[in-house]
């Protein structure tokens, strides 16, 4: 069978979808918040939790900047969807059923939900110290140093992705 062929059955039967666009900007992220600085210089716990609390940091940094232009509210939606999916895979690759998995995933949307906006509020304050000790380092205060690392890092994105068209930032054009 072709390429041509097998890409056409493929698409007839799983037609591309309108978040499959955001795929690699969502891998960006990912990427960004399994990044090894977080957790060695930053004092992440590098633990399931810790890299689900980094890996959402950054997707409030790109969320935030997206809610932000009307137009790309669409872009959001579809970005947490991404996020949702990752999150269930994730969850069935452990091991979990069907029951447990959902009761998972929503938990984990709930957090996504209350971590944005507290990030919201510290980033529009610029004061996001109390929002990463209790969202980053679970209460658990980590050093000075610590702290200054992951907040002085996030504080580079987000202004980074603040002077971003968003265009740019859909299309995953991130240099961090």
Known sequence: MSLFSRKFFSNLFNPPQPKDALIPLYQ???????????????????????????????????????????????????LTELFVDDMDGQMRELGMGDVVVGKHVGKMVGALGGRLEAYRKAYNAADIDDALIRNLYRDEPPSDDQLHVVRNGLISIYEQVQAMHCAKIVNAELNW
């Not at 633990?47 to 689900?52: L, M, V, Y």
């Open 28 to 78: 960006k992220i990912v990427e960004q918040g399994r990044n090894p600085y977080w957790y060695e210089q930053g004092g992440v716990k590098d633990t399931q939790d810790g890299r689900f609390d980094m890996i959402v940091a950054i997707l409030s940094i790109i969320l935030l900047r997206l809610e932000n232009d009307e137009d790309m509210i669409e872009n959001s939606v579809y």
